[in-house]
């Protein structure tokens, strides 16, 4: 069955780094996009914002949310079937529980709805 398993949470310091992995499987990776969200602690509603997305390989789109540009860097290794989400300049702000998801389709969607499986998430916490 589809599976999505993230790991590379914990506690890091404001302006540190973490990197995120999602490992996929039951499913050939390479031909979905891949998303990450971050749900902040206090705010509503499930898995959170969207913060970055990668489409496939062939494609070669990536996209981040305001939030994170610039201090995130998604990545994906088709032949792991993993995508990686490198966190640098960390905020306190970026705490959350981080979740990746796969797209229904190879770019990546513009709606939460087209995103058919999602992992249980890490949580990341980032304080002094």
């Known amino acids: 069955q589809v599976q999505l398993v993230e790991s590379g949470g914990g506690l890091a310091q404001p302006g540190g780094s973490r990197r995120l992995s999602c490992v996929a499987s039951?499913?050939?990776?390479?031909?979905?996009?891949i998303g990450w969200f971050r749900q902040a602690p206090g705010k509503p509603g499930k898995e959170g914002e969207s913060i970055s997305c990668i489409s496939t390989t062939s494609i070669g789109r990536t996209v981040y949310a305001n939030s994170v540009k610039g201090r995130f860097t998604v990545s994906r290794d088709n032949a792991k079937d993993t995508v990686y989400l490198q966190m640098d300049s960390l905020k306190p702000e970026d705490t959350g529980v981080y979740y990746c998801?796969?797209?229904?389709?190879?770019?990546?969607?513009?709606?939460?709805?087209?995103?058919?499986?999602w992992g249980q998430g890490t949580q990341v916490n980032v304080s002094a």
């Open positions: 039951g499913f050939t990776s390479a031909n979905f996009a």
């Open positions: 998801a796969r797209a229904a389709m190879a770019n990546c969607p513009t709606l939460r709805d087209f995103y058919d499986y």
